[in-house]
């Protein structure tokens, strides 16, 4: 029975680094956009204000949890429960370097696709017990933005996978040893930023829990312990993506002189720090062009791309022409975009709204 | 031991660990936290103002359209996985059957957007 042992262990150290990095990334957060938006951020825990998410869970544990009157009480409850747990269990099978995992399985990527998608139930069933009518439109929000944006980023991790010809993350990062996949295929990578922080709702995609418009989107109603899941939630699938996309396209582990570890946090902390970058900048989208950026150019996109990659392992082609067609499928997708939003849109997508992308109209 | 099952165990016992640090916190809070219920408290929250209206509405069709459509690519992802990791040594027929199976969903997905089926409005 030492093996249930050794799994237990491994599984409770993983779940105790991601609590200790949920409450580092929150400070980080909040110290980084202080910073961008030339403010100080935290200061008065500690130095740097390092213990502010000590205090704030402190402080979330002791709240009182508000049920609203006339919410669905069971649903309510395991809401968060829902969002939280698919969040934590991903971690099974995503090594932090050779070995630091639980079970690198067999099944590695696919269990990941399978298991974060439960998480929007969650934030369904949130929404929609909630009595509250913002709460169930931004759990309608939720639920067709990360239904359109799953795809995208399925079929981009499945172009790796394609590639590595495995499942597992640990075989998929022995297989980038000379070339990380960034390199070979650049369109993928894409895909799986932009539909990663569309499933994260970040900025620019953050419309489901937009604060000006649907106060807090399914989450309103929460207070207390159950909305500190699902701010769990969001923070260890923050580091999930960030993580996933260190190990699947720039190599992981991997790197000269430093151990390994430290060339995987290295890269997961660059994405992260992007991704806060973003929130920083940009601005957020509409419901329409949200769906729009999904469906007419995430989804054809991400299926040529797939078929591009079965022709050059079935003809065994050079690497150099799926790196070179990647990126030719990417600068022609980028050429409709850019018309829609110079206002050089066709004549017939100007006059009709045929549920594009914006139009500017600049020579009204 | 086959590695299965010990995929299979470290899924079983990540499953209990999450769902205990889950309750752990939940029962730490519960024991913590003050409870004082009370009529304003539980109004739902409507930026302040006293909710109006219904609050289980029906929601707009275009949800639902947006859903069978996933459905569709969801299932043909389930297809695509399998194949991912077998067609380079199971010969052409293996190969052109999924690029037919992909160019029949295109032709597809082509077609809902001309209809204007993926139209947000």
């Given at each position: 029975?030492s093996w249930?042992l050794d799994l237990a262990l491994r599984t409770v150290a993983v779940?105790?680094f991601?609590?200790?990095?949920?409450?580092?990334?929150?400070?980080?957060?909040?110290?980084?956009?202080?910073?961008?938006?030339?403010?100080?951020?935290?200061?008065?825990?500690?130095?740097?204000?390092?213990?502010?998410?000590?205090?704030?869970?402190?402080?979330?544990?002791?709240?009182?949890?508000?049920?609203?009157?006339?919410?669905?009480?069971?649903?309510?409850?395991?809401?968060?429960?829902?969002?939280?747990?698919?969040?934590?269990?991903?971690w099974v099978t995503i090594p932090l370097a050779g070995g630091l995992v639980v079970q690198d399985m067999r099944?590695g990527?696919?269990?990941?696709?399978?298991?974060?998608?439960?998480?929007?139930?969650?934030?369904?069933?949130?929404?929609?017990?909630?009595?509250?009518?913002?709460?169930?439109?931004?759990?309608?929000?939720?639920?067709?933005?990360?239904?359109?944006?799953?795809?995208?980023?399925?079929?981009?991790?499945?172009?790796?996978?394609?590639?590595?010809?495995s499942?597992s993350l640990g075989d998929i990062v022995e297989q980038q040893s000379?070339?990380?996949?960034?390199?070979?295929?650049?369109?993928?990578?894409?895909?799986?930023?932009?539909?990663?922080?569309?499933?994260?709702?970040?900025?620019?995609?953050?419309?489901?829990?937009?604060?000006?418009?649907?106060?807090?989107?399914?989450?309103?109603?929460?207070?207390?312990?159950?909305?500190?899941?699902?701010?769990?939630?969001?923070?260890?699938?923050?580091?999930?993506?960030?993580a996933?996309?260190a190990l699947?396209?720039?190599g992981g582990w991997k790197g000269?002189?430093l151990p390994d570890v430290v060339w995987l946090l290295?890269?997961?902390?660059?994405?992260?720090?992007?991704?806060?970058?973003?929130?920083?900048?940009?601005?957020?989208?509409?419901?329409?062009?949200?769906?729009?950026?999904?469906?007419?150019?995430?989804?054809?996109?991400?299926?040529?791309?797939?078929?591009?990659?079965?022709?050059?392992?079935?003809?065994?082609?050079?690497?150099?022409?799926?790196?070179?067609?990647?990126?030719?499928?990417?600068?022609?997708?980028?050429?409709?975009?850019?018309?829609?939003?110079?206002?050089?849109?066709?004549?017939?997508?100007?006059?009709?709204?045929?549920?594009?992308?914006?139009?500017?109209?600049?020579?009204? | 031991?086959?590695d299965?099952?010990l995929d299979?165990?470290a899924?079983?016992?990540?499953?209990?660990?999450?769902?205990?640090?889950?309750?752990?916190?939940?029962?730490?809070?519960?024991?913590?936290?003050?409870?004082?219920?009370?009529?304003?408290?539980?109004?739902?929250?409507?930026?302040?103002?006293?909710?109006?209206?219904?609050?289980?509405?029906?929601?707009?069709?275009?949800?639902?359209?947006?859903?069978?459509?996933?459905?569709?690519?969801?299932?043909?992802?389930?297809?695509?996985?399998?194949?991912?990791?077998?067609?380079?040594?199971?010969?052409?027929?293996?190969?052109?059957?999924?690029?037919?199976?992909?160019?029949?969903?295109?032709?597809?997905?082509?077609?809902?957007?001309?209809?204007?089926?993926?139209?947000?409005?």
């Open positions: 029975m249930v779940l105790g991601l609590v200790f990095t949920v409450l580092f990334l929150i400070w980080l957060e909040r110290k980084v956009l202080g910073r961008i938006q030339m403010r100080m951020g935290p200061m008065r825990t500690a130095p740097f204000g390092v213990l502010q998410s000590v205090a704030d869970a402190l402080k979330l544990v002791l709240k009182e949890g508000l049920r609203p009157d006339g919410a669905d009480r069971w649903v309510y409850h395991l809401g968060p429960v829902v969002a939280v747990l698919p969040a934590l269990m991903v099944l990527v696919f269990y990941i696709v399978a298991i974060s998608g439960v998480s929007v139930v969650g934030m369904v069933m949130a929404g929609w017990s909630s009595n509250n009518k913002y709460a169930l439109l931004g759990a309608a929000r939720t639920a067709a933005q990360m239904i359109s944006y799953e795809l995208p980023l399925v079929l981009a991790l499945l172009g790796v996978v394609m590639l590595a010809q499942l000379p070339w990380p996949y960034l390199l070979l295929q650049p369109l993928s990578f894409a895909l799986f930023l932009i539909a990663g922080l569309a499933e994260l709702a970040r900025n620019p995609f953050d419309i489901y829990h937009a604060d000006t418009e649907i106060v807090g989107g399914p989450f309103v109603e929460y207070s207390g312990i159950r909305w500190a899941m699902f701010f769990m939630a969001e923070y260890v699938n923050l580091f999930a993506i960030s996933l996309a699947l396209f720039l000269p002189l290295t890269k997961t902390y660059a994405f992260v720090l992007f991704i806060i970058w973003l929130r920083a900048t940009l601005p957020r989208l509409r419901i329409d062009q949200l769906m729009a950026l999904a469906w007419r150019y995430l989804v054809p996109l991400a299926f040529a791309n797939i078929l591009v990659i079965a022709f050059y392992l079935y003809y065994q082609m050079p690497g150099w022409t799926l790196s070179l067609a990647s990126l030719a499928m990417a600068g022609i997708a980028l050429v409709p975009l850019y018309r829609h939003w110079s206002g050089r849109a066709p004549a017939r997508t100007r006059t009709a709204d045929r549920g594009g992308l914006p139009k500017v109209e600049s020579r009204a | 031991m086959s299965y099952t299979y165990a899924v079983a016992i990540a499953g209990v660990a999450g769902l205990g640090v889950v309750f752990l916190s939940f029962f730490l809070s519960h024991i913590l936290s003050p409870r004082r219920p009370s009529a304003q408290k539980a109004t739902p929250y409507e930026c302040g103002m006293l909710p109006q209206g219904k609050f289980w509405d029906q929601l707009h069709l275009r949800y639902y359209l947006f859903a069978i459509f996933f459905l569709i690519f969801d299932v043909e992802l389930v297809f695509l996985f399998p194949w991912a990791l077998v067609f380079l040594g199971a010969g052409p027929a293996v190969f052109f059957e999924m690029v037919l199976f992909i160019g029949v969903l295109a032709f597809a997905l082509v077609y809902g957007l001309k209809k204007g089926a993926l139209k947000w409005q």
